[in-house]
């Protein structure tokens, strides 16, 4: 069993900032309303998330590290209906599988657990106070030392795992985000009411000034964008975000439909900035695609793509008036 969670960590579990991910992932469905995120090491070292959601009560703590025990899916028609960030009940199995795991929980008004799992197997469990969830993550791929060397550098991986919070914390707004770094506070946002006002927070104002707002669409599918000016363009992608149902992912050809709608206007080598919030129902969405959910299928692409496209020609048409 514990070889099987491993096997799976290699897909979960890529690096720490995929760990950041899912634990993120998780006090998002716990609907927390502040996570925290402390990192020693880049991640090598410990990934700490906190968060004041509901909180598991003991048996819940236990069952959370099995895998496939996943408290979002009861039936089939929820796996092809899905309203929450996980659904899959693999991510804690299989973290926990190649780390020294640390739980803390509890549930309104019960007494809190404390558990510790090293390398998959629980070694205690006892009462402690706690208010929602703290999951310590250390020494992650202490024993499995081929996927320990292939991580990169210090400053490569505290890269992604800021990139990571980042798009977390652009598409749920409404959630404060506290991020440290080797004790060095590196995002700090409180509840916000809208996306481009928690645009605002991370890039500044003058960033958010040069955005150009734009909606469409009906009840199945609705996009919310942001782009940049096309005096604003960059040399790097690195302002491009994809979201959807507020699951921040990537998706070549929806980026492609706003590449498309600059048309010749954009020079070989430069790249917009854009935001896109795609809402769309559940059902014409495939987010199980793999294991990480980073990639979707569409029931059908071109209506997302002509969406996407119209949505961008608008934009720059208004804002060029
Ligand atoms: P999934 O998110 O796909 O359900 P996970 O392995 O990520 O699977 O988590 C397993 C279960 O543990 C969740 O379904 C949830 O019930 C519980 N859980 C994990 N993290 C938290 C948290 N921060 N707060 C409350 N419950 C949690
Ligand atoms: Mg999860």
Redesign the pocket.
């Known amino acids: 069993l514990n070889l099987r969670n491993k096997i799976a960590a290699g897909e979960v579990v890529e690096r720490p900032a995929s760990v950041v991910k899912?634990?993120v992932?998780?006090?998002i469905?716990?609907m927390?309303s502040r996570i925290e995120i402390d990192i020693l090491k880049a991640g090598k070292r410990l990934i700490r998330?906190s968060?004041n959601?509901?909180?598991?009560d003991r048996q819940?703590a236990i069952?959370?590290?099995e895998r496939y025990?996943?408290?979002?899916?009861k039936d089939e028609h929820d796996l092809f209906n899905i309203k929450?960030?996980?659904?899959?009940?693999?991510?804690?199995?299989?973290i926990a599988s190649v780390s020294k795991v640390r739980l803390i929980?509890s549930q309104k008004s019960e007494i809190g657990t404390c558990m510790e799992i090293i390398g998959g197997n629980v070694k205690e469990i006892k009462d402690c106070s706690a208010i929602?969830?703290s999951?310590e993550i250390r020494d992650l791929f202490f024993n499995t030392p081929a996927r320990r060397k292939f991580l990169k550098s210090d400053s490569t991986e505290n890269y992604h795992i800021i990139d990571t919070v980042t798009c977390e914390a652009i598409s749920h707004h409404h959630i404060g985000f506290v991020l440290t770094i080797d004790n060095n506070c590196v995002l700090n946002l409180s509840p916000s009411s809208s996306h481009i006002e928690r645009i605002l927070q991370i890039f500044g104002k003058d960033f958010a000034s040069e955005l150009i707002d734009i909606e469409s669409g009906d009840e199945q599918i609705y996009i919310k964008l942001f782009l940049g000016k096309i005096t604003n363009l960059r040399n790097n992608k690195n302002n491009q975000f994809l979201f959807i149902n507020n699951r921040p992912v990537k998706d070549p050809s929806t980026t492609y439909a706003v590449y498309k709608a600059y048309e010749e206007l954009i020079p070989k080598g430069k790249h917009p900035v854009f935001f896109i919030f795609i809402t769309i129902d559940p059902v014409l969405v495939d987010f199980n695609v793999h294991p990480t959910k980073r990639e979707v299928r569409f029931e059908d692409k071109n209506r997302v793509f002509n969406l996407v496209y119209r949505a961008a020609k608008e934009a720059l048409k208004n804002g060029s008036l």
């Open positions: 899912e634990l992932e998780n006090s469905d716990a927390a998330v968060d959601g509901i909180g598991m819940d069952v959370a590290f025990a996943t408290s979002k899916i929450t960030m996980g659904f899959r009940g693999e991510a804690l199995s299989s929980t929602g969830t999951i």
